[in-house]
C-alpha cells in the first residue's frame, strides 16, 4: 500500500484512538471504587444507549472483516456465520436477556449461585468465562495483526506483532481506568461508525451493479472460479461426512453460543429494570440484522469486484477482503478515493477491535475478580479490593491473549470466534438454563455441567486440525489429530447438558426448594432485583 494509505489510515486511527482516551480519562475522573460502578456502569444507561452498546460489542471483528472474508472466498457456506449470528439473538431475547437481568448482579456466576452453594459454583463458572473471553479476544487481535500487515504494505511480521500488543496495552487502559461505562461509550461511538461506514460501503457495491443483486451474484461466481457451486451449500462444508457434520457442528454453535458470552450477559446488568434489558436485545437485533445482511452484500462485492484470487493472495484466511473491496470501490490503488476509502474502512475496523477487545476484558476480568477471587476471600474482600484485583487481572488477560493473538495469526477470525461460541454453549449455556428453569438442579450438577462442557470442547478443540495436522493449523509440521471436526459444538454441547443432568441426579444433596422459589418469583417478577 502507497505511504497515502499508511498515513491517512494512521491519522483517522489515532483520532478515534485519541477520542476514545479523552473518553476515558473524563470517565476515570468519576468514582469508580464501586464494584456496580465499575462493574455496571451504575445501571444508568437508557435501552436505546445499551442497544447500541451491544451490538458495538457484538459486531466484532470476525462479523466485518471475517465473514465478508469467508463469503469472498466460499460464497454460500460463508453465510451460515451471518445466519447463525443473527438467529441466536433470539435464544437471548426469549431465554435468557430479562431472566438474567433479574437474577445476577454482575457475572454468569451471580445467577447459578443464586440457588446454590458459592465456592464451588463461582469458580466452575468464573473459569469458563476467563477461557471463552479469551478465546475471543484471540480472534480481535488476528484481525489487527492481518489489517495492519495490508496497510503497511505487506506480512511484516515485526508490524503484526507491534499491533497486537499495542491493542492489548489500549485495552488494558480502558478498562483500568473507565471500566464499564467508558467501555460503555466507546462501543456507541464504534457501532455507529460501523454502522455507518458499512452502509456506506453496501451502497457503493449496489451502485456498481445498478443495484441488480441478481448481476452481483452471477459476476461473484464468474470470478470465484467454482461457477454456480459458488452459489450452492457445500463449497466448503460439502463433500464427505466431516464436512457435514462440521456445518451442523458450526450451526449449533453459532446460534447457541450467543447466550453464554460472558461479555454479552453482562451488558444486561447495565440498565435499570428488566424490562429496559429486554428493550435493549430489541434494539440490539435491529442493529445487528440490518448489519449482517450487509455484510453478505460486502462478501459477494469483495468475491465480484476483488475476485477470491487477489483476497487470498493478500490474506489466505480472508481476513482483509473487506478494505479491499474499499479500496476497490473507491477508484483504485493510487487513487485518492481509494485511498480515503481504504484508509476509512481501516480505521472502523481499528475502530471495531478495540471497542470489542475492551468489552470481552472487563467481562473477563469481572469473572476472575468478582467470581474467583472473591469466593476464595468471600468474607475479608471489599469492593474496592475486588475492583482493585479486576485491574490487575486485566492486564493478565491481555497478556494472555497477546500471546495467543501472535500465535494463531493466520486462521481467520470468523472461524476462532466460532470456536468460542462453541465453548460458550458447551460449559456457560447449559449451567445457565438449568438454573433458571429445573427446580431439582443441584451444586454438584451445576459444576458438572461447566466443566462436562468445557473440558471436552478444549480437548477437542487441541485435538482437531485447527491445530495440528493439516497446512492450515497452528501447528502443521505436527500431527496429533483425532478429533475430525473444526468445531467441537456438536459433540461438547450435548455433553455439557448431559454432565449437569448426570450431576444432579447422582447428587446425594436435595435441592433447596426455597431457594429456587425465590429465584424463580425474582427471575420471573423482578422482585427484588438489584
Same mark, same amino acid.
Given at each position: ?32 471504587? %464501586? ?16 442497544? @447500541? ?7 466484532? !471483528?470476525?462479523? *466485518?472483516?471475517?465473514? %465478508? ?36 448482579? *454482575? ?41 495492519? $500487515? ?98 451442523? %457442528?458450526?450451526?449449533? $454453535? ?29 434494539? %440490539? ?14 462478501? @459477494?462485492? /469483495? ?11 493478500? =490474506? ?57 477471587? !472473591? ?36 486462521? =481467520? ?11 460458550? /454453549?458447551? /460449559? =456457560? ?11 431439582? @438442579? ?89
Amino acid at each position: 500500500m502507497s505511504g497515502d494509505h499508511q498515513t491517512l489510515a494512521l491519522l483517522l486511527f489515532s483520532t478515534f484512538v485519541a477520542v476514545t482516551l479523552g473518553i476515558t480519562t473524563w470517565v476515570s475522573r468519576h468514582r469508580q471504587g %464501586s464494584a456496580e460502578e465499575f462493574y455496571a456502569g451504575g445501571r444508568l444507561f437508557s435501552p436505546m444507549e445499551n442497544g @447500541f452498546a451491544i451490538a458495538g460489542d457484538y459486531m466484532s !471483528a470476525a462479523s *466485518f472483516l471475517g465473514i %465478508s472474508g469467508l463469503i469472498a472466498l466460499y460464497g454460500y457456506d460463508g453465510m451460515l456465520y451471518s445466519v447463525g449470528f443473527l438467529v441466536a439473538w433470539l435464544v437471548v431475547l426469549f431465554l435468557v436477556a430479562e431472566l438474567v437481568r433479574n437474577c445476577g448482579r *454482575f457475572t454468569l456466576a451471580d445467577v447459578v449461585a443464586a440457588r446454590m452453594r458459592e465456592r464451588p459454583v463461582r469458580i466452575a463458572a468464573g473459569t469458563s468465562s476467563v477461557t471463552v473471553s479469551v478465546l475471543y479476544l484471540v480472534a480481535q487481535m488476528v484481525g489487527a495483526g492481518s489489517l495492519v $500487515a495490508l496497510l503497511l504494505g505487506g506480512t511484516t511480521e515485526a508490524a503484526r506483532t507491534w499491533t497486537v500488543i499495542g491493542v492489548g496495552a489500549l485495552m488494558v487502559v480502558y478498562v483500568s481506568l473507565g471500566g464499564m461505562r467508558a467501555t460503555t461509550w466507546i462501543q456507541i461511538v464504534k457501532a455507529v461508525l460501523l454502522l455507518g461506514g458499512t452502509v456506506a460501503l453496501t451502497t457503493l457495491v449496489l451502485v456498481r451493479f445498478h443495484g441488480d443483486f441478481d448481476r452481483l451474484l452471477r459476476t461473484a461466481a464468474e470470478r470465484s472460479g467454482h461457477g454456480e457451486a459458488f452459489l450452492a451449500p457445500g463449497l466448503a462444508y460439502g463433500g464427505d461426512w466431516t464436512s457435514r457434520l462440521d456445518f451442523i %457442528s458450526l450451526g449449533l $454453535a453459532l446460534v447457541l453460543g450467543t447466550a453464554g458470552l460472558p461479555h454479552i450477559l453482562s451488558r444486561f446488568y447495565t440498565v435499570p429494570t428488566a424490562r429496559a434489558a429486554r428493550r435493549s436485545v430489541v434494539w %440490539s437485533i435491529g442493529l445487528i440484522g440490518g448489519f449482517y445482511l450487509m455484510t453478505i452484500v460486502l462478501g @459477494f462485492g /469483495a468475491a465480484a469486484l476483488v475476485g477470491p484470487d487477489a483476497v487470498r493472495a493478500s =490474506n489466505a484466511a480472508g481476513n482483509t477482503a473487506v478494505p479491499l473491496l474499499a479500496l476497490d470501490l473507491g477508484g483504485g490503488a493510487g487513487s485518492t478515493g481509494g485511498t480515503v476509502l481504504f484508509a476509512v474502512v481501516a480505521a472502523i475496523a481499528f475502530a471495531t477491535i478495540l471497542a470489542v477487545v475492551a468489552g470481552i476484558t472487563l467481562a473477563s476480568s469481572a469473572s476472575v475478580a468478582h467470581d474467583l477471587y !472473591a469466593s476464595l476471600r468471600r468474607r475479608r474482600a471489599e469492593p474496592r479490593s475486588e475492583v482493585a484485583v479486576a485491574r490487575v487481572a486485566a492486564v493478565g488477560i491481555g497478556a494472555v491473549a497477546i500471546g495467543l493473538g501472535l500465535l494463531a495469526r493466520d486462521l =481467520n477470525v470468523a472461524f476462532l470466534v466460532g470456536l468460542a461460541f462453541a465453548v460458550a /454453549a458447551s /460449559a =456457560n449455556l447449559p449451567v445457565l438454563l438449568y438454573s433458571l428453569f429445573w427446580r431439582g @438442579f443441584t451444586t454438584r450438577g451445576a459444576v458438572w455441567s461447566v466443566y462436562g462442557g468445557l473440558v471436552p470442547a478444549v480437548v477437542l478443540v487441541l485435538l482437531s486440525p485447527v491445530v495440528s495436522g493439516s497446512p492450515q493449523s497452528l501447528f502443521p509440521d505436527v500431527d496429533f489429530q483425532y478429533f475430525p471436526l473444526q468445531n467441537p459444538g456438536l459433540v461438547s454441547v450435548p455433553l455439557g447438558f448431559l454432565a449437569g443432568w448426570l450431576g444432579t441426579v447422582t447428587s446425594p444433596e436435595l435441592p433447596d426448594e426455597a431457594k429456587h422459589a425465590e429465584t424463580e418469583v425474582r427471575s420471573l417478577t423482578g422482585a427484588g432485583a438489584v
